[in-house]
């Protein structure tokens, strides 16, 4: 999202540069009342001349339908969504909000019934971590509505999008396994989105500084889910005995990844897996499990600064940044050499 230049245009200033009341702008911008011709033009002027755009949720919470912004997450019963959630329901708690939550349970089906379920219950915003095929569950919503998607853009139908930017912390995550001398695998989902190639760009960007290309044998492509990320790391082991190092850049494939070597197999024990840390939610990282730490609190807050935000076109993304932290004991691999594994 570009930085704001200035202070924000309010509806006062709107009222003061048209010479009439802040009821009168209300009244312009929703159909509330009848306005006189000149009034109209006056206010419709000072709006483009002061290039003011309203909140959609402002709006709403003035009308105070129900307070409420219903918050659609993929799965409830994952421990990474916890800061996430804690840092909407905190940032909506400071704006007189309150969330109505849900879980989609990756399902596309469930996400539609869900949303319907939302404006059933008048909400006056939506925050959802979309599953593939969202630009049509977003058909379901009344335009304009302040609608922001988490850690996936959206073709149209949402406000914004607040996403984690895995491109730096899987770079520095790669560099640092192979200065160890790692022959390092990489895990993606099927799932197409920027994030997903922003991600794999970082892999890239590491092997190619160290001198390596992409080797298929080291890719591994499997669905966003615990499930996935255990048959990632299995399917690599079996198919590529010396990989000793796996990138896991996906929240719940990471829980998977890190039962599969904390499952007992002797190989799989002497594993690095450097997955996603969303606050440190997940214990299973122990001695051998590096970190790429994404701020999830703070994704949180920010879809609801989204929210409330005048509406722009395109529809702005922000991008948080992700930073790599190498296992305990194991150091940042500067010196270069190779572990004992």
Not at 48 to 71: F, I, K, M, N, W
Not at 302 to 315: G, I, T
Request: aromatic letters at 4%; glycine letters at 10%; one cysteine or more.
């Amino acid at each position: 999202m570009s930085a704001e230049s200035g202070p924000r245009v309010t509806i006062v200033d709107v009222a003061r540069q048209a010479g009439v009341s802040i009821s009168t702008v209300s009244h312009v911008l929703n159909g509330t009342k009848a306005v006189s011709p000149e009034a109209r033009r006056r206010v419709e002027e000072a709006i483009r001349g002061l290039d003011y755009r309203p909140s959609h949720l402002a709006r709403s919470l003035r009308r105070r339908q129900s307070a409420t912004v219903g918050v659609l997450l993929t799965n409830m019963a994952s421990s990474p969504v916890n800061l996430l959630l804690k840092g909407i329901v905190d940032a909506l708690a400071g704006r007189g909000y309150a969330a109505l939550l849900a879980d989609s349970e990756g399902s596309e089906q469930r996400e539609a019934v869900e949303v319907a379920r939302f404006l059933a219950r008048q909400i006056d915003g939506c925050i959802f971590q979309p599953v593939a095929g969202a630009e049509e569950t977003c058909r379901l919503l009344p335009t304009p509505f302040p609608c922001v998607s988490l850690e996936r853009e959206l073709a149209g139908g949402v406000s914004g999008a607040v996403v984690a930017d895995y491109r730096q912390g899987v770079s520095e995550a790669t560099a640092w396994a192979l200065r160890l001398g790692y022959r390092t695998a990489f895990v993606t989902t099927h799932v197409d989105s920027p994030q997903r190639s922003e991600a794999f760009q970082g892999y890239v960007e590491a092997l190619r500084a160290h001198g390596q290309s992409v080797q298929a044998d080291l890719l591994c492509t499997m669905p966003p889910t615990p499930e996935g990320g255990y048959k990632a790391v299995q399917r690599l082991m079996h198919a590529v005995p010396e990989v000793s190092a796996v990138i896991v850049p996906d929240a719940l494939m990471t829980v998977g990844a890190l039962e599969m070597r904390c499952a007992g197999h002797a190989r799989a024990g002497r594993l690095t897996v450097v997955g996603v840390d969303a606050g440190g939610w997940y214990p299973g990282f122990g001695p051998g499990g590096g970190r790429i730490v994404v701020p999830a609190y703070e994704m949180g807050a920010s879809a609801v600064q989204l929210l409330e935000a005048p509406a722009e076109d395109p529809a702005p993304v922000v991008r948080m940044a992700t930073r790599f932290v190498p296992p305990h004991g194991l150091g940042d691999g500067s010196h270069g050499g190779r572990a004992a594994h």
